[in-house]
């Protein structure tokens, strides 16, 4: 099956790379592993993500009590940005990824940081949870598509309104006050061998 010739590659040139890789059939798999992996008394945080919104992580992490910073649940904007910071000290960090190369590299578009700080420092364990329709290219192409598919349907996604990308479906390469890709992330190596585990799931999942 070509989806799994693709992961098989995949996962080793992500190895090679210091991350972990867990291949899954399907979003149910990768869930239930994902809760037989993390200890019921782990802290955990998680990242602005459609994947674990299809995923239903998150709610089966709370009905079983498990501590969780959920920003989602915060009063105003300030608690928002306050819980945002202690999820780089929660013990586990639950992700998707804007990309894969086919190289092995994590590209990421963030609006604040926060995902990417988290990703990339702060939380002892990482879980990334990815579609394997994430895998677009070379690390070139990777960037081209997050920037240029991906960044402009989430402004449609979060209703932006004066962004070059809601008017015209295309990026515009903004500065605009309401601009949500502030920040460009190439992961092209874990420093900790084995701190980010990747989910790499095959069917399609997130944008
Ligand atoms: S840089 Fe601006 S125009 Fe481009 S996708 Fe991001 S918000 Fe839209």
Do not use: W
Request: proline share 3%.
């Amino acid at each position: 099956m070509y989806q799994e010739k693709l992961a098989a590659t995949i996962t080793k040139r992500l190895e090679r790379r210091n991350f972990d890789v867990i291949v899954c059939q399907n979003r149910q798999e990768a869930k239930q592993k994902a809760l037989t992996l993390i200890p019921a008394e782990k802290t955990v945080a998680f990242g602005g993500s459609m994947t674990l919104v299809e995923m239903d992580l998150i709610s089966a992490l709370e009905e079983r009590q498990q501590p969780v910073i959920n920003r989602e649940k915060a009063k105003d904007l300030t608690e928002r940005h306050q819980l945002m910071k202690q999820s780089l000290l929660a013990d586990y960090y639950l992700t998707s990824v804007n990309g894969i190369s086919e190289e092995g590299m994590l590209v990421n578009i963030d609006n604040v940081g926060n995902r990417v700080a988290a990703m990339t420092y702060g939380p002892d364990k990482v879980f990334v949870f990815a579609g394997i329709n994430k895998i677009y290219g070379d690390l070139e192409t990777t960037l081209a598509i997050v920037r240029g598919k991906t960044a402009p349907q989430n402004s449609f996604r979060l209703n932006l309104q004066q962004t070059p990308c809601v008017k015209t479906g295309l990026c515009g390469d903004c500065l605009k006050e309401e601009c949500i890709c502030n920040i460009v992330s190439v992961m092209r190596r874990s420093a900790l061998p084995k701190r980010i585990t990747i989910f790499l799931i095959l069917e399609e999942l997130g944008i």
